[in-house]
């Protein structure tokens, strides 16, 4: 059973790109879809974590908005990150899927069964997981992944009547 998924965020929340105004605020754009998928995935008693490289105030407020239980910004070794949520949720790495884009993902990707990259993720990425999607970072592939556990973890019926 998948107990937690963890998430990038840039490439894979976002499709990538950061956007600076003038005043030197960051702007990012979220797929309301992937948010939606997210907050369903945790009605369903299930945990979603944030493991990111950078450090932003928008992906605090994302994560608070979504209630995502573990947020981890301005990570330079995922994997060692992975390894203390694990710890602290009491879970294990069977019990965990993935979702990254960018190199500094594969320390984190290559210790789970359960390995996603969108679309248009970096070729070792793809070459390295064990589901590339169809749809680009930003552009769903958070909830196509979260989708394809739902169905395999037979939980359709149980998200169904969450929305009924």
């Known amino acids: 059973m998948i107990k937690l998924i963890v998430l990038d965020v840039d490439g894979t929340l976002s499709n ?24 369903a995935w945790i009605k369903l008693g299930r945990q979603v974590a944030i493991i990111t490289g950078r ?15 573990y947020l981890k910004q301005g990570i330079k070794n995922k994997a ?6 694990l710890t602290e949720a009491n879970i294990t790495l069977d019990e965990v899927a993935i979702i990254g884009d960018d190199l500094n993902d594969l320390s984190m990707l290559k210790l789970v069964k359960h390995s996603y990259a969108p679309k248009d993720a970096v070729k070792l990425v793809k070459q390295n997981v064990r589901k590339v999607l169809k749809q680009k970072g930003g552009e769903g592939a958070v909830r196509a992944m979260i989708d394809k556990l739902i169905k395999k973890e037979n939980l359709e019926v149980k998200l169904y009547e969450l929305f009924a």
């Open 16 to 39: 990538g790109s950061i956007i600076y105004s003038d005043e030197g605020t960051e702007i990012k754009a979220f797929n309301v879809k992937d948010g939606l998928g997210i907050a």
């Open 55 to 69: 450090k932003s105030t928008l992906v605090e407020n994302r994560a608070k908005e979504l209630n995502i239980t």
């Open 80 to 85: 060692q990150a992975l390894k203390e949520i």
